[in-house]
């Protein structure tokens, strides 16, 4: 889960030695390229399991769970999450889902981050030349009209950050799963040239 885009000012950081795969699709610039880090084995002795908390109620707590984690590996969702402190409990139950618990403020805190973030690309880019999102209504179409004006390199970094802010909004909204179709059009010629159904196409 991309989580770190809220504690880092949304800013995206290069990870070492950690296996990848790649999602790449064409635009107008050519080929976009949105990374996926592979599920790892544990090489650390970071507990991420609920026995890291010495004294752990959940009572009166709601439950989220992270499911189709996009950009990380389920350890790192977890260190980022209690990281950010705003949740209670985030943990890997013995069946392998990344398990997290929170207040309804503390939830609510996700949901409008990740809005915000949402809301921020979108404006930021309504004038721009090269490319414009549009984001449905329920946060699982989006739609990106391109031409060959836009910088690729920028392209990744903003539709990186909208995927992330999108598998926030869906699952702490209580999805059970998360996805979102994204359909690139070139303007210069009004061709769909891309469709991808985030995570599933992953």
Known sequence: MGVRQYKNDESL???ENELQTEVSWATPWGKATMKKVADLNETESYDTTKSFYKDYDDTGLETCILTGIFA??????????????HCRYAYMTEDGKCEIKLTEEEKTWWIDSAKKTVDKIIEKNVDNEGYTFVLSEDYKELQVFANKDGKLSEFQADITNLVYAI????????????????TVTNTENGVEIAKANYPKSS
């Open 72 to 85: 990380d590996s389920e350890e790192e969702a977890i260190k980022q999450v209690r990281e950010t402190g």
């Open 13 to 15: 950081k290069s990870k």
């Open 167 to 182: 598998e926030i909004i869906q699952l702490f909204s209580g999805a059970d799963d998360w996805n979102v179709v994204i």
